[in-house]
């Protein structure tokens, strides 16, 4: 009999998955999210997934990213100890941009905490974000 191994949690419990491109590799991140993150984040892939017909995905750096154009990205997310956190590659091009600021001049941040309602927001970030350029990662 095989025993599965469980994926390593990094610092934050963040899952560490190895690289790879499509559904699988970001299925395995999100089941591997620990406690109320793990169904948060199949809301999150599945919001994405309806919104952008076609979506890449990969898992990179320990972080499912999504985008229209095989390494051209428009968001990712990865996990820490009380939130997820949403990077908007382009974010300073949405409206409302998201609340987080990041170092990288054009990124912004949406963190979900256990309990959030984030769909609608998230989804019409989604929807503007998708429609940019990509970051080329």
């Not at 997310?77 to 091009?93: E, N």
């Amino acid at each position: 009999m095989t025993e599965t191994k469980k994926p390593v949690l990094l610092s934050g419990g963040n899952p560490q998955i190895a690289k790879g491109y499509g559904e699988e590799p970001v299925k395995a991140y999100i089941a591997a999210m620990p406690g109320w993150k793990s169904e948060a984040g199949r809301r999150i892939d599945a919001i994405v997934t309806n919104t952008v017909p076609g979506v890449v995905k990969a898992v990179k750096w320990n972080s499912p990213f999504y985008g229209t154009e095989t390494d051209l990205w428009f968001m990712n997310l990865h996990c820490f100890d009380k939130y997820i956190k949403i990077a908007f590659f382009r974010g300073t091009s949405l409206d409302p941009m998201p609340p987080e600021a990041s170092k990288h001049a054009e990124t912004r941040y949406f963190h979900i905490r256990e309990g959030d309602d984030f769909e609608k927001p998230l989804t019409e970030w989604v929807k503007q974000a998708a429609k940019l350029p990509g970051e080329k990662m």
